[in-house]
């Protein structure tokens, strides 16, 4: 709690400097602080002055990078899985076995390139997981192969939802 108080103190400084802040909304009122009561009651105070500043610690904006990674992952494999099943169909109805054969070479490097990007994100992920707070649930690993048997249908419906 120290390390915050030096924190508050050295931004109200700042604030105050030469001048009077008086004028500020809410100057002379207390603050509400009992806006997330999973917050424990020691820092909220902190936590408050740091939301009405828009900071936001590392393991959040990390974890919200983290996120959208794992967004565009999904949106990728679901879009490419569909366009490959889609032009294998075609390919096979047309009986253009050559076209047919470098549908599924592009599936493969799609494949291989996802299980790898897969592979870097969950090595991302276990470093964030190892530098969250206590208490902080930690977001499971996908599973890259299990992703695309359902994107392609293994188990239909459920291929956004895959962890």
Known sequence: MNKWKKVVDHLLQEA?????????????KPLRLDNNSHTPPELRAAHKILD???????????????ERTESKLRRQL??????????GRAARKAGRAKLESNIE??????????LEATDRYNRALLEHNLTLPQGITHKPQLRGEEMIERALGANPGKADKTN
């Open 16 to 28: 105050i400097g030469d001048g009077d802040i008086s004028h500020l909304p809410g100057a002379g």
């Open 52 to 66: 009405d500043h828009n900071v936001i610690p590392d393991w959040i904006a990390h974890r919200e990078s983290l």
């Open 78 to 87: 679901l879009h490419k899985a569909a366009t490959y099943q889609a032009e």
């Open 105 to 114: 070479g592009d599936w493969q490097r799609f494949k291989s390139g996802f």
